[in-house]
């Protein structure tokens, strides 16, 4: 289930080898991003830093199929994005 709390976008949705986020203001805390599979297994985590407006996310070593990327704010915040990496 998506839940987007600040506005982001990502693509390319599926990707191959990185994926895009790009908010559309910068953070206003440091935030972490945690890539968990469909069974809710933590694959990824990563700190993002405050007043960043981009990250990219290396899929290199991902496996394919359907992942949630939830992106949490040290200030509370949370979106939530599926994106389908293929090979």
């Known amino acids: ?9 990502y693509f390319p949705n599926p990707f ?3 994926l895009n986020i790009t908010f559309n203001e910068s953070l ?14 933590e694959i990824a985590k990563n700190k993002i830093a405050k ?3 981009d ?3 290396d899929g290199q070593n991902l ?5 949630l990327i939830e992106i949490k ?6 979106s939530v994005m599926k994106a389908i990496k293929v090979k």
């Open 51 to 53: 007043g960043s407006t």
């Open 28 to 41: 206003s805390s440091d935030a972490i991003f945690t890539i968990r599979d469909v069974f809710g297994s």
């Open 1 to 9: 289930q998506e839940a987007n709390v600040f506005d982001l976008k």
């Open 63 to 67: 496996p394919n199929g359907a992942l």
């Open 55 to 57: 990250v990219t996310i």
């Open 16 to 18: 191959t080898e990185r």
């Open 73 to 78: 704010t040290q200030d509370g915040q949370v």
